[in-house]
Nanobody, 126 residues
Framework: VQLQASGGGLVQAGGSLKLSCTASGRSFSRNAMAWFRQAPGKEREFVGAISWSGWSGGYTYYADSVKGRFTISSDYAKSVLNLQMNSLKPDDTAVYYC?????????????????WGQGTQVTVSS
């Protein structure tokens, strides 16, 4: 399974960016996908996740630090995960990673996820 993240870049504080992550390769358990980020000198941290159950729509979960500013959406059939980031702050500067293949466990736990994308840099200037 390959995860390809894109959409990162440089933006001024208060601006917006949209990240996308496309999954390809062999099939995997697509019960959930997630975004994490890692700032220089810090551990990788949870940003948000989306989960699906049967025919129900996706349920989303967010870290408190991004709640109300970031929105996760997905095209389940095309295996595309999006992260719309609004009202960006310099503290949002990080490499953003998408993750898939939940092993169960908390979505905010890095060990839950089997597959990781290569990351895309987001830089927010003040």
């Amino acid at each position: 399974v390959q995860l390809q993240a894109s959409g990162g870049g440089l933006v001024q504080a208060g601006g917006s960016l949209k990240l996308s992550c496309t999954a390809s390769g062999r099939s995997f358990s697509r019960n959930a996908m997630a975004w994490f980020r890692q700032a220089p000198g810090k551990e990788r941290e949870f940003v948000g996740a989306i989960s699906w159950s049967g025919w129900s729509g996706g349920y989303t979960y967010y870290a408190d630090s991004v709640k109300g500013r970031f929105t996760i959406s997905s095209d389940y059939a095309k295996s595309v995960l999006n992260l719309q980031m609004n009202s960006l702050k310099p503290d949002d500067t990080a490499v953003y990673y998408c993750a898939a293949g939940s092993r169960g466990g908390g979505y905010n736990d890095r060990s839950t996820w089997h597959y990781w994308g290569q990351g895309t840099q987001v830089t927010v200037s003040s």
